[in-house]
């Protein structure tokens, strides 16, 4: 699996309110279909939960979730 964290900073502030993670595989293409890569995801977030590293679940679906992280 290959993270990438990235964010943004709106009209040119210094501070960014929030990171995006985008979360892949080398062996994953478009042609796998939604339910390998819903299962990939699935295996994530759960290991997340798990871990007691997801505090609040805002979106949850089978290629995109939206979750509140703690982070240290």
């Given at each position: 699996?290959?993270?990438?964290?990235?964010?943004?900073?709106?009209?040119?502030?210094?501070e960014s309110?929030?990171?995006?993670?985008?979360?892949?595989?080398?062996?994953?293409?478009?042609?796998?279909?939604?339910?390998?890569?819903?299962?990939?995801?699935?295996?994530?977030?759960?290991?997340?939960?798990?871990?007691?590293?997801?505090?609040?679940?805002?979106?949850?679906?089978?290629?995109?979730f939206m979750?509140?992280?703690?982070?240290?």
């Open positions: 699996m290959v993270w990438i964290m990235f964010t943004t900073y709106r009209r040119g502030k210094l309110g929030d990171i995006d993670v985008l979360l892949t595989h080398p062996s994953y293409t478009s042609t796998d279909g939604n339910a390998k890569k819903s299962q990939l995801l699935k295996e994530v977030v759960n290991s997340l939960v798990s871990k007691k590293l997801i505090i609040d679940t805002i979106s949850l679906g089978d290629v995109k979750v509140s992280l703690f982070w240290q």
